[in-house]
C-alpha cells in the first residue's frame, strides 16, 4: 500500500523509553490543538487534544504540553511500544472551518 | 467519536477521467471537510462541504476541478475532475463536531493517476 511519511523527520526509540515529539505551530490566534498519529494506509487517528486556555493535559500514557510564549506543543509517550510507531501530526485550529496541519514526525520503536 | 466511512478505498484511473469519493459518517455533524495528502506530505485542506450550498475552496483549489456536494448532514462527495498523474494522492473526509471541539477523519481514499 501507499506509504505515509517518507520524507518526513523520523524518531527512533526503543521499547520501553519515553517519546518527546515536538511541534512548532504558527498562529499565535489558534486556541485548540491536536495531536493525531497515523498509521500506513490509513487516516489520522484523533489522540490528544488541547485548547490554548491550558499548558497541560495528560491521557493515558500521553501528554501533550502548550507552551504559547514560544508557540510551541509537544507531545510525550511514555513507554513507547512497537505498536506507537507511526506519524504523528499536530494540527492548530485558529477557526472552526480550518485545521492547520504541521509537517509532521515518523516515529520508530525498536526491540 | 465518529465512524466515518469512504468508498472507494483505493482506484486506480486514467488521466483525463473522473473519480467521485464518498463519505458517509455514522451520525450528524456540524462541518464535513476534504483534505489531500500527497506521498510523503501533511494533509491539506481542500474545501469545506456545506450542507445545501457551494463549498468554501482553500486557496490553490477550485470548484471545476473538485466539485464537492453534501446533500445532508452525514453525507458528502468529492469529484476529482479531469485527473493527471499530479492528482495522484490520498484524499480524506474529515467530520468536526462542534459541541467537542473534536476533528476526525475517514480511512483515505488512496488515487493514483496513470
Known amino acids: 500500500g501507499e506509504s505515509v511519511g517518507l520524507h518526513l523527520p523520523t524518531l527512533s526509540v526503543q521499547e520501553g523509553d519515553n517519546s518527546i515529539i515536538n511541534c512548532a505551530y504558527s498562529n499565535s490566534a489558534s486556541d485548540y490543538f491536536i495531536w493525531y498519529k497515523q498509521e500506513s494506509g490509513k487516516g489520522p487517528q484523533f489522540i490528544i487534544d488541547?485548547?490554548?486556555?491550558?499548558d497541560k493535559r495528560q491521557g493515558q500514557r500521553v501528554t501533550v504540553l502548550l507552551n504559547k510564549t514560544v508557540k510551541h506543543l509537544s507531545l510525550q509517550i511514555a513507554a513507547t511500544q512497537p505498536g506507537d510507531s507511526a506519524v504523528y501530526f499536530c494540527a492548530e485550529r485558529s477557526r472552526p472551518d480550518k485545521l492547520i496541519f504541521g509537517t509532521g514526525t515518523r516515529l520508530q520503536v525498536f526491540p | 467519536s465518529a465512524v466515518i466511512s469512504q468508498k472507494p478505498s483505493r482506484d486506480i484511473c486514467q488521466r483525463g477521467t473522473s473519480l467521485t469519493i464518498q463519505c458517509q459518517v455514522d451520525?450528524?455533524?456540524?462541518?464535513m471537510f476534504w483534505y489531500r495528502q500527497q506521498p510523503g506530505q501533511s494533509l491539506t485542506l481542500i474545501a469545506t462541504?456545506?450542507?445545501?450550498?457551494?463549498?468554501?475552496?482553500e486557496s490553490g483549489f477550485v470548484i471545476d476541478k473538485f466539485p464537492i456536494s453534501r446533500p445532508n448532514l452525514t453525507f458528502s462527495t468529492l469529484t476529482v475532475s479531469n485527473m493527471s498523474p499530479e492528482d495522484s494522492s490520498i484524499y480524506l473526509c474529515s467530520v468536526y463536531r462542534a459541541e467537542t471541539y473534536e476533528q476526525y477523519f475517514g480511512p483515505g481514499t488512496r488515487l493514483t493517476v496513470t
Open positions: 451520525s450528524q455533524v456540524t462541518m
Open positions: 488541547i485548547r490554548s486556555n491550558m
Open positions: 462541504a456545506n450542507q445545501g450550498s457551494e463549498a468554501t475552496y
